[in-house]
């Protein structure tokens, strides 16, 4: 079974992603952490991620794989934390943008999924990675929500603002790029999650799954 979640940054798709493929005995697919995982190479070999070849060439020579936990390695080592830091937030959507990126990163994705059934998310699961997926979500909530979750998560809630501002740009290059941009697929179910807690989305996403009413 594949099921696709879609949405902005920080939506909380990781988090009903992961526990989603817990409670359904699914491996979880971030498939954002694979190409932060190819920015961060790019800021490490300082490769400029305007420089599409250089990142295209990383893309297909990076090992990328993921422990039983669903934490990236990138050539067999931990790509966490590093994958997460403000610098590889500020240049990912660059990088992802490059078509090259995009077509030696996809096939990556699939092959994971074609070990075993996934719960994947990122950005062009259910429009492009797999347009065939037993289900598709879209989860949104407003920019401000988003931040504050993001500020409250890593502690810092006096940088609400700031955050907010990332979120924002790198959603609208994340939504405006050419090449499988972030849009809600046609079939994909909008689940609108301000003001509702990890808890109550993943039930609505597991009664859907599970074939109840919502
Ligand atoms: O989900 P995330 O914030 O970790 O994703 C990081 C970036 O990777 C995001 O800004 C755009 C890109 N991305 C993408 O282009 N396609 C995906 N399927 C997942 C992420």
Redesign the pocket.
């Known amino acids: 079974m594949i099921i696709a979640i879609d949405g902005p940054?920080?939506a909380g798709?990781?988090t009903i992603a992961r526990r989603l493929a817990a409670e359904l005995g699914l491996a979880f697919l971030?498939?954002?952490?694979m190409?932060?995982a190819v920015a961060w190479a790019a800021l490490d070999r300082d490769v400029p991620p305007s420089d599409a070849a250089g990142c295209a060439r990383l893309a297909r020579d990076l090992d990328l794989d993921f422990d039983a936990a669903g934490r990236i390695l990138i050539d067999g080592k931990p790509g966490e934390p590093g994958i997460r830091s403000a610098e590889v937030d500020a240049c990912?959507?660059q990088v992802?943008?490059h078509p090259e990126v995009?077509r030696a990163i996809v096939p990556k994705q699939r092959e994971v999924a074609q070990r075993r059934g996934v719960v994947a998310?990122?950005?062009?699961?259910g429009t492009v990675?797999f347009p065939s997926a037993d289900f598709k979500f879209f989860l949104v909530a407003s920019a401000e929500e988003r931040a504050r979750r993001r500020a409250a998560q890593i502690g810092r809630p006096q940088e609400q603002a700031a955050i907010e501002a990332a979120l924002r740009r790198?959603d609208e290059?994340?939504s405006t790029r050419a090449d499988?941009p972030l849009v809600r697929a046609d079939d994909a179910e909008l689940v609108e999650t301000d003001g509702a807690t990890a808890e109550q989305v993943v039930d609505r996403l597991l009664c859907r799954v599970r074939g109840g009413v919502l």
């Not at 971030?30 to 952490?33: F, I, L, R, V």
Request: no cysteine; glycine share 8%; proline share 0%.
């Open positions: 940054a920080a798709k990781s971030d498939t954002g952490a190409y932060r990912v959507s992802s943008a995009r998310e990122g950005r062009d699961i990675v790198r290059l994340d499988s």
